[in-house]
């Protein structure tokens, strides 16, 4: 924020007086909370808020970054140091917990109550911050959450400026800035970068985000992630294995040392028969004497 409490924290330094109840251009007015909730596999109590500076085509989680304009209802405003309490408190009574993360939505466009909520928690418990952010934040902005933040997952979603805005809505520069200081001045807080592969769209880039990347420090890591369909590329294809595979080894042909993927989507490499009978269906099916719940219409395709 600026002297006058308008809002400069991301790139589009919309100048929103978001403590007087505008909202900015990311939709946020004071910091609201989508949820929290607990990780004992990442070993961390997490925070998820409302509202992004992006527009992502493909955002699987748009009804929280869309927010207010989904129309859903969240947790919404809480303060800071009651925040700070409850992460205390669920944060002492799981033995393996020893993180707060943030997501979002973009937990960038919260800075100021983020470094509230971790100075109180840090009164009271030493806790690591990891924070997962599109990149979009203004230098300034960055420069304080380095300063409070032990891990970066940070995503590259394009490298080419004309595709970057066609999928967020927003500039590519300044994330790239961003993703080039971290990796050439703080290569220790990078968790990871990370880039969700859509096929047809940003695959054909992936291979010079590596370069990219290997070009600052070929030791940074790197995951690719395998795109679901959602928001307004509901109907559009996810990739297969054999494309994730392919990425990952050209990925390392640029000198990246640690890169792998996650998720890749089965339905563009099985048959039909394939599909409906890993939904629990009879073949040929025939719903009409099919007596059980159906179990097709609650199974997450790509785990079949």
Not at 60 to 83: C, D, F, K, M, T
Not at 142 to 155: D, M
Not at 191 to 197: A, K
Request: glycine fraction near 8%; hydrophobic fraction near 35%; charged fraction near 25%.
């Amino acid at each position: 924020m600026d002297e006058s409490g308008r809002c400069m924290l991301c790139e589009w330094r919309c100048g929103a007086n978001r403590s007087d109840g505008e909202r900015g251009v990311c939709g946020a007015s004071e910091t609201e909370i989508a949820y929290t909730s607990i990780s004992e596999t990442l070993r961390s109590y997490s925070v998820t808020f409302l509202c992004c500076p992006f527009r992502c085509a493909y955002c699987n989680a748009y009804r929280i970054s869309q927010y207010p304009h989904s129309g859903w209802i969240y947790r919404g405003h809480v303060e800071a140091e009651e925040l700070a309490d409850e992460a205390i408190t669920a944060i002492k009574s799981h033995e393996r917990i020893s993180n707060i993360s943030f997501t979002g939505g973009e937990p960038s466009i919260h800075t100021p109550y983020i470094e509230e909520l971790v100075r109180r928690v840090r009164e009271e418990i030493d806790v690591s911050v990891i924070l997962a952010t599109n990149g979009f934040s203004t230098p300034g902005t960055l420069r304080r959450l380095i300063g409070l933040t032990s891990l970066f997952s940070f995503e590259i979603k394009a490298l080419s400026d004309e595709l970057h805005r066609n999928l967020t809505g927003a500039p590519a520069e300044p994330v790239l800035r961003n993703a080039a200081h971290l990796a050439g001045r703080f290569p220790d807080k990078i968790r990871v970068f990370r880039t969700v592969v859509i096929p047809g769209i940003n695959d054909h880039e992936i291979r010079e985000i590596a370069a990219f990347i290997a070009s600052i420090d070929p030791e940074i890591p790197y995951r690719l992630i395998g795109f679901r369909p959602n928001f307004m590329l509901y109907y559009h294809r996810g990739p297969g294995r054999e494309l994730m595979e392919r990425l990952v080894e050209e990925c390392r042909a640029e000198g990246l040392e640690r890169v792998d993927y996650s998720g890749y989507y089965p339905a563009s490499e099985l048959r039909l028969e394939d599909r409906l009978k890993a939904a629990g269906c009879s073949i040929p099916r025939d719903c009409g004497s099919c007596s059980r719940v159906c179990r097709a219409i609650i199974r997450e395709p790509w785990r079949g």
